[in-house]
């Protein structure tokens, strides 16, 4: 049995805080952007975790797809659409959702503390994940392409339904609606100097 | 242990002698890179200066050597100025998460072969971690941030445009440019930078650009151009449309590491490519006693100047990209063209008939792509299109003049 070291504890402490305090910021931030950042916050944390088990190649992804992509995907839809402000967060969207949050989280913290009790869980403990070869990339790959082959694939193509489904829902447009926010200057008329006048310009 | 990676320095385990050895390393790394930026800027400005029929800087030191410092000087002593409709926060933030990956990158670059020194063997690169190359993906994910926060926290119009832009741009190329770095992977078997340069070891032809055929160093390239932001794919810092680019807000030492970065992230960068495609510090080392240890540097040090001139000649010759010309460039040309080669190193690594199947799976899905741009590009010219494409170009001249004539008359 892998036993937890002083180092690896400070490892983990350490990162523990950082993501409790990036997630204590995603829900206390009132701008979205500071919550944005704060969630980047968590993802670094999370990286620092994995790194501390050895899972040296999760580190690098989750620094790279979450950190990376995800969120700054995030930060590019609340700039551009121009949602950055403060919002009121006093009455409740759905009624009943609150409550009915904090069971499910109760449930989940006391299930997660059940499993750690029936599996000797232990905190900080370095590589638990127990790299067989001490290539964690290799391992990856193999269990993805053979064991786990089945789920691996069904992720990918939920992921690419995904994107066609918001491809469609997203190029769902009236021509009418397109020719009142966009100018119509659609074709341009070989006589043009003679044929098109301002008004038309600019509608 | 293996969180170090096989640097030798750290077999007999860390004494006080090892981590002194690390501290020197980190500090030279830091000075070296420092200096070398300021050579950059003095070196880009003559250059382009010489390609224009100017002088350049010539008023400080001999031939302007120390025009960088000067200017380094005056900007750290100038009045710091925060927008009042700036977040104040991220707007000190931001200039700090450009410069630190700009840092880190070029801490898992081998900079020359081993070195013994005081009974210490160490490689001559700050750290070689087993995640080696995806460091430097991660870091150039993370400079996003810094122009996207940099634009969006100066409260100003033109900035947060320019950082929209960009932060669309990075990441679009930021595909590209790993799909590349895949390919090199998939060749070099490791994915740790002194891996990969011990890989291109020997002759020339065991360098990644001629084992991985040539076509994903020039993508590579025109992918780090982009994520680099430098011409001609400069639309971040379009002057003539944004004033200055996400920036514009920033003054004084903030706007220093701005401008810090970005030169050193063009040296950091040519130094990747230079181990992903050009073998690193290898190069032939003559048989001179007590010396051989300075060829690899020098020779590291020569390909990397190259790859700096280089992108000094495209800013210099080339006209800046339209931003839906870019966005084009990156998704319908680069990403499939990686994707597709990087599948075909990977067949013609296991054997030939899987070689020949992929190339051929390549050649039917390149004329469907083919065939479904040739649709949408004619779909765009219909009813949807703002500003229809005349050919390749933007509207000719006498289109808008007339254009232009017809509001006035309006007037």
Not at chain 1, 2 to 31: R, Y
Not at chain 2, 222 to 234: H, K
Request: proline share 5%; with cysteine.
């Amino acid at each position: 049995m892998i036993a937890a070291t002083i180092p690896d504890l400070a490892v983990f402490f350490v990162g523990a805080a950082i993501i409790v305090v990036g997630a204590l910021g995603v829900i206390l931030a009132k701008n979205p952007v500071h919550a944005a950042l704060s969630l980047v916050m968590t993802l670094f944390g999370i990286a620092v975790l994995f790194i501390e088990e050895q899972a040296n190649f999760l580190a690098a992804v989750q620094i790279i797809v979450y950190a990376g992509a995800i969120v700054v995907l995030f930060l590019f839809v609340i700039m551009f659409l121009g949602v950055d402000k403060a919002e009121d967060i006093t009455t409740e969207p759905i009624v009943g959702q609150r409550p009915i949050a904090a069971i499910v989280v109760a449930a989940l913290m006391a299930s997660i503390v059940a499993l750690g009790q029936l599996g000797h869980w232990m905190v900080g403990t370095h590589a638990s994940t127990t790299a067989t070869t001490g290539n964690d990339v290799a391992d990856l790959g193999r269990s993805v392409f053979t064991t786990y082959l089945f789920a691996f694939e069904a992720t990918a193509a939920l992921l690419v339904i995904a994107v066609v489904g918001a491809v469609v829902l997203a190029r769902r447009v009236s021509p009418d609606e397109l020719s009142t926010d966009e100018p119509e200057v659609a074709q341009v008329p070989e006589d043009l100097g003679a044929t098109m006048t301002a008004g038309e310009v600019e509608q | 242990m293996n969180l170090l990676g096989t640097d030798p320095l750290f077999v007999n385990g860390v004494s006080w002698a090892v981590v002194l050895i690390v501290v020197v390393k980190v500090v030279v790394a830091f000075a070296v890179l420092m200096g070398a930026v300021t050579m950059m800027i003095w070196f880009e400005r003559k250059a382009i200066s010489d390609m224009q029929s100017r002088i350049g800087p010539n008023r400080v030191g001999p031939w302007g050597l120390l025009q960088s410092l000067a200017d380094g000087i005056k900007l750290f002593f100038k009045e710091d100025l925060i927008p009042a409709e700036a977040d104040r926060f991220v707007f000190k933030l931001a200039p700090y998460l450009v410069v630190v990956p700009a840092f880190l990158i070029f801490t898992v670059v081998p900079v020359g072969g081993q070195v013994t020194l005081f009974g210490h063997t160490f490689d001559l690169q700050v750290a070689d971690p087993p995640m080696g190359i995806l460091l430097v993906l991660a870091c150039s994910g993370i400079a996003v941030y810094g122009v996207m926060l940099a634009g969006w926290a100066s409260g100003s119009k033109y900035p947060l445009m320019s950082s929209v832009r960009a932060s669309a741009q990075m990441i679009s190329y930021e595909a590209a440019m790993g799909m590349n770095v895949v390919t090199v992977l998939l060749v070099a078997n490791t994915l740790s930078t002194r891996g990969i340069v011990a890989s291109q070891g020997g002759s020339i032809l065991h360098w990644n650009l001629i084992r991985t055929g040539f076509v994903p160093f020039v993508l590579f390239l025109i992918a780090v151009t982009a994520e680099l932001n430098r011409p001609p794919f400069d639309v971040v810092e379009a002057d003539s449309e944004l004033v200055g680019g996400f920036n514009t807000e920033y003054s004084s030492i903030r706007f220093a590491l701005f401008y810090l970065a970005e030169f050193m992230n063009t040296i950091t960068m040519s130094a990747i490519m230079v181990t992903l495609f050009f073998g690193g510090p290898a190069g032939p080392i003559p048989n001179i006693p007590h010396l051989r240890w300075v060829f690899p540097i020098l020779w590291f040090t020569v390909k990397v100047v190259a790859f700096c001139f280089m992108y000094i000649w495209f800013r210099a010759a080339l006209p800046r990209m339209r931003y839906d010309q870019l966005m084009d460039l990156g998704w319908k040309r680069l990403i499939p063209l990686s994707l597709a080669w990087m599948l075909l190193v990977a067949a013609a690594i296991t054997n030939w008939r899987w070689a020949i199947g992929v190339l051929a799976a390549i050649i039917i899905a390149a004329v469907l792509l083919l065939r479904a741009f040739d649709l949408g590009g004619a779909r765009e010219l219909e009813d949807q299109a703002v500003l229809p494409s005349i050919g390749a170009r933007p509207l000719p001249g006498y289109v808008l003049r007339q254009l232009t004539d017809a509001e006035e008359v309006e007037d």
